[in-house]
């Protein structure tokens, strides 16, 4: 009965594809509330100020159809025509007053009377909220006017009830928060479809991995996007090249049981034939044997570290490992060193010892 080893598995940091749409789904949210917070202080700004504008017209038309009086105060040559100005409580107001004089309200106030509030160093119009009234908030536009026959500044005030403005403010609110909610909702399903379609070639690379591990094909054959494409050329150029070591070492493995087979039998025959210089044989044989096994061991592993990038030995600790080494051995001898300290090579570490243990020990033995 066989059973499957299975290969190691390295721990996951995570979905590439989940980490992408969070990304998109942050940078797309701080993006649209930032621009709704902006659209929608523009939207309330724009609302307000064309009730102003409604207001400043009304406040316009009392200035110009007021006069002063015989007594001094201000009468009008024409009543206003905004039917809510006689309609108590109507949430539409207009009042004209001056220090120590009895404000002139419309009836729509009834009983209450605007503030007044301090003098205006210019003679512009100035708008603002109000909370004078507990239970009504007030947009009040006003302005200071000296009439034509009077030393008196006069303040006309136009004022309007907060209710309607807010509620249109208020739409134009709950408009902007569905119709942002509804594009965030859109835009994040397209940078997931968008995160989903742009993975879906690493996909068909893991796909045609299974498929070679399973022995359907020996390489990855579909073409692929030019950003994925090298990385199936470097896989495809691994598996050739881990390929050609398994040859090698197939080959090498043959060579070797070629080689052992002569010795081998040698050593059975006489051991067979109980010849009295068995134990010479098999001393003289056993060495040829454990010399064809270091030959062919030698190769093997030059064949299987040949062309691999995986090997990386810095040189400077291996110098002065068999420089020690050698030191002991030949202490008459001074062993000279130099060279950069950061320089690496990629072969294994012990087949640099090897190489320079090599050439120290005959430069020490032959060098003079």
Known sequence: MTQSIASPRT???????????????????????????????????????????????????LIVSSEIGPDGEVIFTREAAEQRFLEPGSGLY????????????????WDRRLAYGTPHRDRGIHSYDSRQFPDERLRVVERDVQLPGSPVRWRFQVAQSRAGLDAQIAVLRRTLVRSFALLALGLIVLAALQTFYGLWPLRRVRAEIARMRAGQTDRVSDAMPEEVQPMVEELNALIAHNERQAEEARRHAGNLAHALKTPLTVIMNAATAQADDLADTVIREARTMRR?????????????????????????????????????????????????????????????????????????????
């Not at 949210?29 to 409604?54: H, Y």
């Not at 062993?335 to 243990?357: F, K, N, S, W």
């Open 11 to 61: 721990r996951a940091t995570g979905s590439l594809s989940r980490r992408m749409i969070l990304i998109a789904a942050a940078w797309i949210t701080l993006l649209l509330t930032g621009g709704g917070f902006a659209l929608d202080r523009v939207l309330a700004s724009a609302v307000t100020q064309n009730a102003d504008d409604q207001l400043e017209y009304v406040m316009t038309a």
């Open 94 to 109: 207009w009042q004209v007053s001056a220090p120590g004089r009895e404000p002139f309200a419309s009836r729509s106030l």
């Open 292 to 368: 064809q096994v270091d030959h062919h061991l030698a190769r093997a592993r030059a064949v299987g570290r040949r062309g691999s990038a995986h090997s990386r030995a810095e040189v400077w600790p291996s110098v002065e490992s068999v420089e020690r080494a050698v030191g002991r051995l030949y202490r008459h001898v001074r062993i000279d060193t130099d060279g950069p300290h950061d320089l690496a090579v990629h072969v294994e570490r012990q087949d640099l010892d090897e190489m320079l243990g090599n050439l120290i020990e005959n430069a020490a033995k032959y060098g003079g």
